[in-house]
């Protein structure tokens, strides 16, 4: 198989891809770009609709005999398919239902609130003409509100509390050592925007044994410390760029 993954650093949507290919042993060519200066937009890639309509905002591609892939739950899906080693999905239908909607909670409160708060206290800094190559309109406007300051106190508050209520319901879930039952992409997803969280809304993970001891496994997974070590900023947790639209009907 032939394929090349450009991700950014191991924050957010690159890392779960990242720790997922670790995790399946799938060979890619791992190429660096900086989502923090809209480097993805200059992939010939990124102009067709599976990367530039992707609703994940800023985050890696796979390409694969020619064929470019966007969104990290859903490429983690398929290295969980074509690769080796444990399954990162449960295997029963059940399972797979409640994996998938436990993501869908990630990639549409957990990942906008994140990326938002990340941004707000570590500014992306793209160069000048970065946003004339961005196809999305959406995206660009997010873009465009970054890169002018634009952070509604509301918003701020709003997305606080998504990254508290993504906690109570990691801690109320884990009963075990994971949150699936067997490491899978639920904990790769969630951990990877919540990593950066821990800094910037400490009270939500205050009072939260398990969610810390969870956290600490994670971040201690081989694939996961594989992928951590790719960071070229001395802190990854600090690196953010526009992520998905904040959710509209709350």
């Not at 720790?19 to 890639?45: C, W």
């Not at 859903?74 to 398919?81: E, T």
């Not at 609130?113 to 196809?135: K, T």
């Amino acid at each position: 198989m032939n394929a090349i993954l450009y991700h950014g650093e191991p924050n957010g949507p690159s890392l779960t891809v990242l720790a997922a290919l670790f995790e399946k042993g799938v060979p890619a060519d791992l190429v660096h770009v900086d989502l923090t200066r809209g480097e993805r937009h200059r992939l010939e890639q990124a102009r067709g609709p599976e990367v530039a309509m992707s609703v994940e905002g800023e985050g890696p591609v796979l390409l694969v005999e020619g064929e470019a892939m966007a969104d990290s739950v859903f490429i983690a899906c398929y290295l969980d398919d074509v690769g080796e080693g444990p399954a990162l999905r449960p295997r029963d239908p059940y399972g797979r239902w409640a994996l998938m909607s436990w993501c869908r909670q990630i990639i549409e409160r957990t990942a906008p609130a994140a990326a938002y708060l990340g941004c707000r206290a570590y500014p992306p800094m793209p160069p000048g003409d970065a946003l004339a190559r961005i196809e999305s309109a959406d995206l660009k406007e997010r873009w465009q509100d970054v890169l002018a300051g634009r952070f509604a106190d509301d918003k701020v508050a709003d997305c606080e509390t998504k990254i508290a209520q993504a906690v109570e319901r990691i801690e109320a879930r884990l009963g075990g050592e994971w949150l699936m039952g067997g490491f899978s992409i639920a904990d790769l997803e969630s951990y990877a925007w919540l990593a950066g969280m821990a800094a910037l809304v400490p009270k939500a993970f205050a009072g939260k044994p398990r969610t810390d001891a969870w956290m600490a496994r994670v971040k201690s997974r081989p694939s996961v410390a594989r992928a951590l070590a790719l960071a070229r900023v001395p802190d990854p947790t600090r690196s953010w760029a526009p992520g998905p639209e904040i959710n509209r009907w709350g």
